[in-house]
């Protein structure tokens, strides 16, 4: 069938493009150990042996990263500059994985340019492997040697309708032989319909279900030992995108508005505590001096805890460190008059609450770092929509503000990087939450991640 085809071809593809970067990362390194290439001051370069390492981290994450960022989807209809874009973003998450296992293992890159004409020469010699397989297969359908021949029942409009959809690639690996309108015709049509054309699949296609038709349908398709692919639009949702599990042995139709379960969020979930290791580790002296300098200026302790809605709502404590005196949560209702942000969240300008000391670590963010063990813990993300008391939950105005609570709450977001305090209209708030999570990708928690930095580092929209 054409989906484990598919699976197959994409196994192939990914073996094919590591022994593909294996290779011309081996390539280049005898190109500049012999002197035909040279790019750095350095006259010799150690033996490959030494650049073992990165060859061992490059040939299997490499087609990995390459699948996360969708370069092995719908190759029929990809342009060169889809493709370079995906190697690119791919490229990023490589280099960031090789400098992360160079710090931590304590290994090094005896040469630059070796990575340098790797970078170069490996997309131009995926992208020429993809267009050559790529212009071979579309000849070799266009033949008819391959492809899938497949049966369209149920009611008229809707195969058409159905058929229609099919994407250019589909219309090249499909081909429809028989058509049978199960309003008009009966099972005896679809049975003699798949031994006649010796169809691997059925797909049937209804504008409204007909369980009884259906069941009846499938039934038949089962007897012949031939997949039944029932199309599910009837069922119209306006966000939420159908998959197909299993629970306790029975079939189910789930919708889901967040990111299914991937390799995707286990990399997220993986590089989060990782580098929230790395960031405490590294920025632990200074979190110790801050600690001791709250002590000094302010009475009252050097951390600030609060019950925060976590992922469904569920709570956890969020830590951070303390920018206001400590009685300002019994301070907050003199200062409701004076709150200038619009819903359940409050925000006041120029806060009296907010220490001297304090104010400068909001400005700085610096505020914010014992998150990182929040998110050490699995409580929160580097990215993701930000964490709000609970007691603001509890006073969202409308059910779907609850959206935003469908992801892990993260140290930054859209509505860090696109104005802070800025913003003031709650519902603009939810609405980039909901954008995130509706558009999530690897790529785009990286592209946070480095629109953050500068906001950190000059204090854009802080207060």
Known sequence: MLARKQEINLQLNELVDAVILGV?????????????LKLDSSPDIPEF???????????????FLLELQGYYQYPLEKTIRRSITQITRAGIWLTVLLAISSFLLKLEIPSRSVIIFFALAAPAALILKERIVTAIYKRTLRNGAIGERIIIVGEPEKMRE???SFTPSQQLEITVVARVPLTTEDMTSLVNAVHEHSIGRVLLAFSTIELN????????????????????DFIRTSIARPTYEVFATRPMLVFRTTPDISWALLVKSLFDRVM?????????PLMLVVAIVIKITS???????????GRHGRP???????????NAEMQRAELIAYNVM??????????????????????????????????????????????LPVYEVEQFESDSHRRRLSMRPGLTCLWQVRGRNKVTDFAEWVRMDLEYIDAWSLGLDFWILLRTIPVVLFGLGAK
């Open 24 to 36: 011309m990362f081996w390539l280049c390194h005898w190109l500049r150990f012999n002197g035909i």
């Open 49 to 63: 042996k030494f650049f073992i390492w990165a060859l061992a981290i490059i040939v299997p994450f490499g087609p």
């Open 162 to 164: 159905v058929e229609q």
């Open 213 to 232: 038709v259906v069941q009846k349908a499938i039934a038949a398709c089962e007897l012949e030992g031939v997949e039944a692919w029932l199309c599910a």
């Open 276 to 284: 929230a290791l790395f960031g405490l580790i590294l920025v632990s």
């Open 299 to 309: 009475p009252g302790p050097a951390f600030f805890k609060q019950k925060r809605a």
């Open 316 to 326: 956890f404590m969020m830590y951070k460190f303390r920018s206001m005196n400590t």
């Open 342 to 387: 619009s819903g359940p969240v409050f925000k006041v300008e120029a806060d009296p609450r907010v220490t001297a000391f304090g104010r400068w670590l909001r400005k700085t963010s610096i505020d914010e770092l014992p998150q990182l063990l929040n998110v050490l813990r699995g409580d929160m993300s580097l990215v993701g929509p930000r964490p």
